[in-house]
């Protein structure tokens, strides 16, 4: 898992060190630097992953410019995880030299002994990586980075749950805004039946009201670009192709073959992070965005519990979110919470709960999501000078 997490120059967070635990929830007003917390997460994680291509990864980031903090060019720009994977110490690195004009350069190593950064000059791309890992054989990369290439940042979307999916692979997954759920939840009743049947009891366990989920046929209608040759001349054409795939019905107390686009919308998130936290392979790293989404004050309480029986399970596994819910904190350790806030300056900072002067005073007193509402965030800049000694010890 990821313990400590270092930006320099990243999106509007200019600099910022956050010990991060197995289950880390961080709070704070909207464009307070959380999100970006995620997506420099995201963003390590897909620039680790071998199959895919690193200039690729930086433009669906929006590009260089959008990665770095603004009147930065040319300063120094990192994003770097560091921790301990499969027992083994190391980290994990990508470096932004833009006024260099260098690649865009990915590090892994520590104990394990493995440094595949190469610098490829001239990039064949304007700041892309080239690895020897990329062109070797994969069979020869480490299991710690094969972990990386299934580590997904969530932000999911009802409308995209709620579709018919069709299994564009064997092991199909869930994508980022949710997706491919149908697909996913089919392939596990037909091949681990043992699975779905534990995700079916955790969902119920998060919503009561639930009885069955089901799968059942549905058409899936997708426009895809083909080329045609008209007298030697390539042309490009829109067309629709049918196939079959799944869609997804629930079975509720009092209302049965409910189709997923009547679900809720708490509903349908629950299933969908589910989906994901069952899914074959499980990813490590698992990054959402509004974790109390759409979920009654219980239903957070109760989703929280679901998701430290998952933590048990996995060791390896790693769960980071927002929340803007005081009572999905309530029900959190205090040292899982994490707070952000902007100065006055538009600087961003962020501080543990824990490192608020008055919290050993009132931790026998007040859950961790009312102290936080009691204390808000403007305590977390001067937080920031305190040493690292001085915080309260578990």
């Known amino acids: 898992m990821i ?3 270092t930006l320099r120059n990243f999106k509007g967070i200019e600099s910022a060190e956050l010990a991060l635990e197995r289950l880390t929830v961080f709070v ?5 630097g959380k999100t970006s917390i995620l997506q420099a997460l995201a963003l390590l994680s897909q620039m680790a992953n071998p199959d895919l291509p690193r200039a690729g990864v930086l433009g669906s980031f929006g590009g260089l410019s959008a990665v770095l903090k603004r009147g930065t060019e040319g300063s120094e720009a990192f994003i770097l995880a560091e921790g301990s994977w499969r027992g083994d110490p190391g980290y994990l690195q990508v470096d932004f ?27 064949p791309v304007p700041f892309s990586l080239g690895t020897r890992y990329a062109k070797a054989d994969r069979s020869a990369l480490p299991d710690v980075l094969r972990d990386w290439e299934n580590n997904i940042l969530l932000r999911l979307e009802p409308r995209k749950l709620a579709e018919p999916s069709y299994a564009e692979s064997v092991e199909p997954r869930v994508h980022s805004d949710g997706s ?3 697909s996913v939840l089919a392939q596990m009743a037909l091949n681990r039946p043992d699975n779905f ?4 009891s955790a969902l119920r366990a998060i919503i009561p009201q639930m009885v069955r989920v089901r799968l059942s046929l549905a058409e899936v209608t ?3 670009i083909e080329t045609i040759r008209i007298d030697e001349q390539p042309i490009t054409r829109t067309v629709n192709r049918t ?7 629930f079975d509720l107390l009092g209302a049965s073959d409910v189709p997923s686009e009547g679900a809720s919308e708490g509903t349908l998130l629950v299933l969908g992070l589910l989906a994901v936290l069952f899914s074959t392979p499980r990813p490590k790293l698992v990054l959402l965005d509004d974790l109390d989404r759409g979920l009654h004050p219980k239903a957070q309480k109760d989703l929280v ?3 430290r029986k998952l933590l048990e399970r996995d060791p390896e596994l790693q769960i980071i979110a927002t929340s803007h819910s005081p009572y999905l904190v309530d029900h959190l350790d205090p040292k899982e919470v994490r707070l952000s806030t902007v100065l006055p300056d538009g600087t961003i900072r962020f501080a543990e709960l824990m490192q608020h002067p008055d919290f050993e005073r009132w931790k026998e007193v007040m859950r961790p999501g009312e102290f936080w509402s009691t204390v808000g965030e403007g305590w977390v800049g001067s937080a920031q000078e305190k040493p690292q000694q001085e915080k309260p010890q578990e």
Do not use: C, M
């Open 197 to 200: 049947a534990e995700l079916l």
């Open 97 to 123: 030299n833009p006024e260099d004009k260098r690649p865009v350069g990915i590090e892994v190593t520590g104990e394990w002994k493995y440094e595949p950064f190469e610098v490829v000059d001239p990039p």
């Open 3 to 5: 313990h400590k997490l």
């Open 180 to 182: 491919g759920v149908a």
């Open 243 to 249: 196939y079959s795939g799944h869609r997804v019905l």
């Open 222 to 224: 997708r426009q895809e």
């Open 305 to 307: 519990a679901q998701l």
């Open 28 to 32: 704070g007003p909207n464009a307070s």
